[in-house]
Structure formats: C-alpha cells, structure tokens
C-alpha cells in the first residue's frame, strides 16, 4: 500500500507542541487526513486545538509497513508519534 504522511506540529493546551505524522492510504483528500488528525487530538485529551493545512502538510508518500497497513485499513489512518505526543 502507498501511503501519503502529513507532518504535523499542533500547539497543545498547556502550550506545548505536539509533532506526530497522520499516515493515510496515498489517495486520501488532505482534509480527510486533518480530520483524523482531530480525531487524534480528541483521543488524547486536546480536543478543539487548531488544526489547519498549516499544522499539518503533506511530506512525501512512501509504501506503508504493514503495521501502518492495518491501521489504515482498519481505521483510514495511522498516527507516527514523535515529540511532545502522550
């Protein structure tokens, strides 16, 4: 599976930024990918943080590992955490 990944850094409530990468099935419109973005945020406690093409834009499109395979094809996306992530 291609897999496009959008880089994302959101300002979190204590304002701290959260980097992570939304991971979605290469073909996905870009709002669909901030969409599970905020559904990311909602999860982890940071529900109605901004989240815009500015906070997360598209990077490149590789092929999926298949850890992020099944994610994607169980939920329609998969979150890469990196810094400031719970």
Do not use: W
């Not at 204590?14 to 969409?35: L, S």
């Not at 989240?51 to 850890?67: K, L």
Request: aromatic share 10%; net charge negative.
């Amino acid at each position: 599976m291609e897999c496009a990944v959008y880089d994302t850094y959101v300002t979190k409530k204590d304002g701290r930024i959260m980097h992570f990468d939304v991971i979605v099935e290469a073909n996905t419109p870009h709002e669909k990918a901030i969409e599970y973005g905020k559904e990311y945020l909602e999860s982890v406690d940071q529900g109605g943080q901004k989240m815009t093409q500015e906070e997360c834009q598209f990077c490149h499109i590789q092929a999926a590992p298949p850890v992020v395979a099944k994610d994607i094809s169980q939920s329609g996306y998969y979150i890469q955490k990196m810094e400031g992530c719970p």
